[in-house]
């Protein structure tokens, strides 16, 4: 989806790809749906990381959260973040999880989804 707004608690348990930034705004909203995961657009970090400090925080509900570079795909675009971005940042729960920095978001999601079921 384009922005992690258009989420509800009806995605409780789900993986969300998202073009939102992920800042403080988009991990309140992820914990307040109850998602599994939640894929962000980084904005470009920002000042005081500002870009991923909703990701950082969620870590503590042991929710997976995942950025992508803003110079691998477009802020607001979920389906660009999906098809072209490259993750820069994972939480400690997305790295225990088994996800890699510099990869393709969409090969980690998979493999993560494919871990999960197993």
Known sequence: ????????????????????????????????????????????????????AGLVAIDAQKIVGIAVGHESSRIGDGNDVWECGIVTYAN???????????????EEVLALIERSVD
């Open 92 to 106: 400690p729960t997305a790295v225990a999880a088994g996800v890699r920095v510099g990869s393709r978001v969409s």
């Open 1 to 52: 989806m384009d922005s992690i707004a258009f989420a509800s608690s009806a995605q409780a348990g789900d993986v969300i790809v998202t073009g939102s930034h992920g800042g403080t705004s988009a991990g309140e909203y992820a914990v307040g749906f109850g998602v599994r995961v939640v894929v962000c657009n980084d904005a470009g970090i920002g000042k005081n990381k500002a870009g991923i």
